[in-house]
């Protein structure tokens, strides 16, 4: 076959630019020795357009953009780089603090989380707070969140100093919520307190596409760039590419880990990457399932109602070691897949 046919967007007749490499795990998750790459099958725009647009929002604006920190995959100074419209982080309490917005700076050679100024609403139902932070209350092309009194006597400021305070008077005037009657209590810790946050991330299609885009990569490498061209992998591929959504669901996230011994809420066996290809069990379909750290999975329908021959060979998985940096296979017996110890 022609190295001249990319398997996103000329997969079936040659075109004529440059082709690159392409790492299966993009290299903002961690470079590693022997690493699984297509030397062919991709172009450069193609190439380019999913470090620009795909990759981007994934390294930057995701859990696991996150957790790429926390395990040095890059330097915590790095924390600036935070997508935060896309990745917020909230301070976990028993009052009406839970939810308070916090934001992640790197402060001392550490990366912390501070408060940010913001308004708290109460809900109208009573079953807590909803907190709006200053700049998407100064963007009055965002409405407020549904199911919030605005114009109760309970309204919350956060604020550290008295500007901060009539600036967000200020805002909320904007949006024709005046005089507000401001509760000023204490805050539930103070400077240099460890707490309890929890990070909540956008999964758009964004982040889908390139979760789909690094499954069917491994698929190409594992089964041959020849196999994938086949019009069976149409819908993914132009899915990943265009973002054309097709007649069902392409990716899903799954409660179930990918290694056997692994379970939904016990110690994982291992922080690295994880990524399979194989059938479905009705032999039907083919079906990737792809964990950036072990912690999210994401099943991945490469092809549905597969048209084409029966594969054995198409059943394989590797485990990219974030502590040794190496790239090893998994063992897999029946359907399920082991490590390699």
Not at 209 to 218: M, Q, T, V
Not at 234 to 249: C, D, F, K, L, M
Not at 265 to 285: C, E, F, M, V
Request: glycine content about 6%.
């Amino acid at each position: 076959m022609s190295k001249k046919l990319c398997i996103y967007c000329s997969p079936d007749q040659s075109i004529q630019v440059p082709f690159t490499r392409e790492h299966i795990i993009p290299q903002a998750f961690g470079k590693f020795k022997k690493n699984l790459v297509l030397n062919e099958g991709v172009c450069c725009e193609c190439n380019k357009f999913f470090g620009d647009n795909l990759e981007l929002f994934l390294g930057r604006g995701s859990l696991e953009s996150l957790l790429r920190l926390n395990y040095k995959i890059k330097p915590p100074e790095d924390i600036s780089k935070i997508h935060k419209d896309r990745l917020r982080v909230a301070l976990s309490a028993e009052d009406e603090h839970d939810g308070l917005i916090l934001e992640y700076q790197f402060v001392d050679d550490d990366i912390v989380v501070v408060l940010i100024p913001q308004v708290g609403f109460p809900r109208l139902n009573g079953s807590g707070w909803v907190y709006i932070a200053e700049s998407d209350l100064a963007d009055l092309t965002k409405p407020l969140a549904t199911g919030i009194d605005a114009r109760g006597p309970d309204i919350l400021l956060i604020f550290d100093s008295e500007e901060t305070k009539q600036r967000l008077i200020q805002i909320l005037a904007g949006r024709n919520i005046k005089n507000p009657e401001i509760s000023e209590k204490k805050l539930p810790f103070e400077s240099g307190q460890r707490v309890e946050a929890v990070a909540k991330s956008t999964i758009d299609s964004v982040i889908l596409r390139c979760i789909a885009k690094i499954s069917f990569n491994y698929l190409a490498k594992i089964a041959s760039i020849d196999f994938v061209v086949k019009q069976d992998f149409n819908p993914v591929r132009s899915y990943i590419r265009y973002g054309t959504e097709s007649g069902y669901q392409v990716v899903k996230i799954s409660r179930t880990p990918i290694l056997a011994n692994d379970g939904p809420r016990s110690q994982r066996q291992t922080n690295g990457h994880l990524i399979t290809a194989g059938w479905s069990p009705d032999n039907r379909d083919i079906v990737g399932l792809v964990s950036l750290f072990n912690q999210v999975t994401y099943q991945i329908t490469l092809s549905k109602n597969f048209s084409g021959i029966w594969r054995a060979d198409i059943r394989r998985g590797h485990h990219f070691n974030i502590e040794t940096r190496e790239v090893e296979p998994l063992n897999v017996v029946s359907r399920a897949f082991y490590l390699v110890h």
